[in-house]
């Protein structure tokens, strides 16, 4: 009995995992379906507001639990229905809700099996592991902000060094906003040419409702290309 209370939760994310593929639930996440039925949503979005931002809140963090391609799509989407700061909200809330599902999954089921094959491969997740058990808090919190590593890796990592789950859902909810923010906007900005009738083309980047949020999505990722750097000079040096 303990050691089905233990597997639980893989049993359910798995029975998760192959119901939303066999549904085909995965090829209807992409602007060109956001756009076909723009009109439906939008309507829904207004005369249900609270019952709206709750179901892409659903959706949303259930994407992240189980690792599903579409999570920056939902978040241009959060922004494309419900603007920049409510879908920007929605979204940080939603993923931060996924990664503490993703994380106690491998903390109680898979933990042990996996941080085993993680310390004798010696890769990419033995290091985020090893930098987790450092300092959980700080750590977390630069891969949020700062991309280097997949996000789903950062949710695994997290579980097998043991994080405190305060530390790891407040680094998690805290890192990842400015980017959420900056693809809640564009997809807001995607909305407003959207509402105006006006198909998307290679144009759109200079509208000021798109172009910001390019510029400051180019910084976060200047931002890590120079994190990676400055990192690298200090191993060397050392």
Do not use: C
Not at 126 to 142: E, H, N
Not at 193 to 222: K, N, Q, T, Y
Request: glycine share 12%; net charge positive.
């Amino acid at each position: 009995m303990a050691k089905l209370r233990r597997y639980l939760p893989l049993l359910v994310l798995v029975a998760v995992i192959i119901a939303a593929f066999a549904s085909g639930v995965t090829k209807y996440l992409n602007l060109e379906t956001l756009q076909a039925n723009d009109a439906a949503l939008r309507g829904f979005v207004s005369a249900n507001l609270a019952l709206a931002l709750l179901v892409f809140v659903v959706v949303y963090a259930a994407v992240v639990a189980v690792s599903l391609p579409g999570a920056t799509i939902l978040t241009l989407a959060g922004g494309y229905l419900f603007g920049t700061w409510i879908g920007g909200t929605a979204t940080v809330l939603a993923a931060t809700v996924g990664a503490v599902i993703i994380f106690y999954v491998v903390r109680t089921s898979l933990g042990q099996t996996i941080r085993e094959r993680a310390e004798a491969s010696g890769g990419t997740l033995k290091s985020v592991i090893d930098g987790v058990q450092a300092g959980a808090f700080g750590y977390i919190l630069t891969l949020r902000l700062i991309p280097l590593a997949p996000f789903w890796l950062v949710n695994v990592a997290g579980g097998l060094a043991q994080a405190p789950l305060r530390a790891y859902a407040l680094a998690t909810f805290l890192g990842i906003m400015p980017a959420t923010y900056i693809y809640s906007g564009i997809g807001a900005g995607l909305g407003e040419l959207a509402a105006r009738g006006e198909a998307p083309d290679l144009g759109v980047i200079f509208e000021p409702a798109i172009f910001g949020p390019l510029v400051a999505l180019g910084l976060l990722s200047l931002g890590a290309t120079l994190y990676q750097r400055h990192r690298a000079k200090k191993e060397t040096a050392a």
